[in-house]
């Protein structure tokens, strides 16, 4: 349905009566690292959604501004700024979901890895504040190294006790966002039909899209399927190339991190056919976190779709074999990180 601000009025005037019989949903959205490039966008795009009624935007500097401005915009929301660790608290009481994209970019030549030493510690200190403020929420990871900063967030909640595996979410949504663009794009199908799974991680080649399973089923040749999967693979890279040293990804990262938001606060409210893909504590293979296609509910992860990893190509086979190495190093090193901090 279309919820969205950018609804025309007749649009609406034909929605009206789903309102009438479901009010909209007030919930709170709290954004870590508002005031940086993806923050701010992030924060425009949640400011249009109608499921929420307040929008908390944090960051240790410049978010004064940012809210201001953004307070101008005539949707239902109410906007707070809190700036430094100060307010961290308050920005997180009673909100309903934390998105967290605070953190250091890419330079081009660097490794999502290389952020590690900066990102670790900071997304350590902002779960602390998870934890004691807001235990509930779902919790979105968006910054780098994702493969390790999740791990790293679901050891601290373990050791502050709350930790509910069902509610942590690495967002691996920006690599589904692109595979869809970049297949319909070269097999010249309508972008709104194409849904592409994209499962194991997200780094270089722990990014592992299944073209078997596309929707609307499609056929690729061999030499399309490694183009499609490099390309979607180096995906961050292109953009920290084309950015040439002032960053990585925000516009298209906060439109995924929005449609992410917009998906947990649809489950929250109830919708029972809510799917994502997402990084995850999982059973699905050895590994103990993986991406998947998983089914959200008001209580988080309700199912991890297991079907999609049945039935691979030899080539998206022997691609998860290849990921898991590297994958596991990255979940090692993230749990290494919080016990030296013990
Ligand atoms: P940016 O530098 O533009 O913004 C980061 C913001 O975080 C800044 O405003 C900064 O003040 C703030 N910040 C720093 N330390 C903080 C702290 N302790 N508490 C709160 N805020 C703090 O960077 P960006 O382009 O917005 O990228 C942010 C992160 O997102 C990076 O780590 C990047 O690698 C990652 N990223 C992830 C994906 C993904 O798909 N998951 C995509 C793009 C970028
Ligand atoms: C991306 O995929 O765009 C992000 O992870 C940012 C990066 O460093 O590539």
Same mark, same amino acid.
């Given at each position: 349905?279309?919820?969205?601000?950018?609804?025309?009025?007749?649009?609406?005037?034909?929605?009206?009566?789903?309102?009438?019989?479901?009010?909209?949903?007030?919930?709170?959205?709290?954004?870590?690292?508002?005031?940086?490039?993806?923050?701010?966008?992030?924060?425009?795009?949640?400011?249009?959604?109608?499921?929420?009624?307040?929008?908390?935007?944090?960051?240790?500097?410049? &978010?004064?501004?940012?809210?201001?401005?953004?307070?101008?915009?005539? @949707?239902?929301?109410?906007? %707070?700024?809190? /700036?430094? $660790? !100060?307010?961290?608290?308050?920005?997180?009481?009673?909100?309903?979901?934390?998105?967290?994209?605070?953190?250091?970019?890419?330079?081009?030549?660097?490794?999502?890895?290389?952020?590690?030493?900066?990102?670790?510690?900071?997304?350590?200190?902002?779960?602390?504040?998870?934890?004691?403020?807001?235990?509930?929420?779902?919790?979105?990871?968006?910054?780098?190294?994702?493969?390790?900063?999740?791990?790293?967030?679901?050891?601290?909640?373990?050791?502050?006790?709350?930790?509910?595996?069902?509610?942590?979410?690495?967002?691996?949504?920006?690599?589904?966002?692109?595979?869809?663009?970049?297949?319909?794009?070269?097999?010249?199908?309508?972008?709104?039909? &194409?849904?592409?799974?994209?499962?194991?991680?997200?780094?270089?080649? @722990?990014?592992?899209?299944? %073209?078997?399973? /596309?929707? $609307? !089923?499609?056929?690729?040749?061999?030499?399309?399927?490694?183009?499609?999967?490099?390309?979607?693979?180096?995906?961050?890279?292109?953009?920290?190339?084309?950015?040439?040293?002032?960053?990585?990804?925000?516009?298209?990262?906060?439109?995924?991190?929005?449609?992410?938001?917009?998906?947990?606060?649809?489950?929250?409210?109830?919708?029972?056919?809510?799917?994502?893909?997402?990084?995850?504590?999982?059973?699905?293979?050895?590994?103990?976190?993986?991406?998947?296609?998983?089914?959200?509910?008001?209580?988080?992860?309700?199912?991890?779709?297991?079907?999609?990893?049945?039935?691979?190509?030899?080539?998206?086979?022997?691609?998860?074999?290849?990921?898991?190495?590297?994958?596991?190093?990255?979940?090692?090193?993230?749990?290494?990180?919080?016990?030296?901090?013990?």
């Amino acid at each position: 349905a279309l919820r969205g601000s950018f609804a025309t009025k007749a649009q609406k005037e034909n929605q009206s009566h789903q309102y009438h019989l479901q009010p909209q949903a007030t919930f709170k959205v709290a954004i870590l690292g508002a005031a940086g490039g993806i923050g701010q966008p992030l924060a425009l795009l949640v400011k249009m959604s109608p499921l929420v009624s307040a929008l908390h935007l944090y960051d240790i500097a410049n &978010v004064k501004g940012v809210a201001a401005d953004l307070s101008h915009c005539n @949707t239902p929301s109410q906007v %707070l700024d809190f /700036t430094g $660790p !100060s307010e961290l608290g308050n920005c997180l009481k009673g909100v309903n979901v934390v998105v967290i994209p605070a953190g250091v970019p890419r330079k081009p030549g660097m490794t999502r890895d290389d952020l590690f030493n900066i990102n670790a510690g900071i997304v350590k200190n902002l779960i602390e504040a998870v934890a004691d403020n807001c235990p509930d929420a779902f919790i979105h990871i968006i910054s780098n190294p994702v493969n390790s900063t999740v791990p790293i967030a679901a050891e601290i909640l373990k050791q502050k006790g709350v930790y509910d595996p069902k509610k942590l979410f690495g967002v691996t949504t920006l690599d589904v966002v692109r595979a869809n663009t970049f297949v319909a794009q070269k097999k010249n199908l309508k972008l709104i039909d &194409v849904d592409v799974p994209v499962v194991g991680g997200h780094a270089g080649i @722990t990014i592992l899209p299944l %073209l078997s399973r /596309t929707k $609307p !089923s499609v056929s690729f040749t061999d030499e399309e399927i490694q183009e499609l999967t490099v390309r979607i693979q180096n995906a961050g890279t292109e953009v920290v190339e084309a950015k040439a040293g002032a960053g990585s990804a925000t516009l298209s990262m906060a439109y995924a991190a929005a449609r992410f938001v917009e998906s947990s606060l649809r489950a929250l409210d109830g919708d029972g056919d809510v799917y994502e893909c997402t990084y995850v504590q999982s059973d699905l293979t050895e590994l103990p976190f993986f991406a998947s296609r998983v089914k959200l509910g008001r209580d988080g992860v309700e199912a991890v779709i297991s079907s999609d990893l049945q039935g691979l190509t030899e080539y998206e086979q022997k691609a998860l074999e290849a990921l898991k190495p590297e994958l596991t190093a990255s979940i090692e090193k993230g749990i290494a990180f919080t016990q030296k901090q013990t």
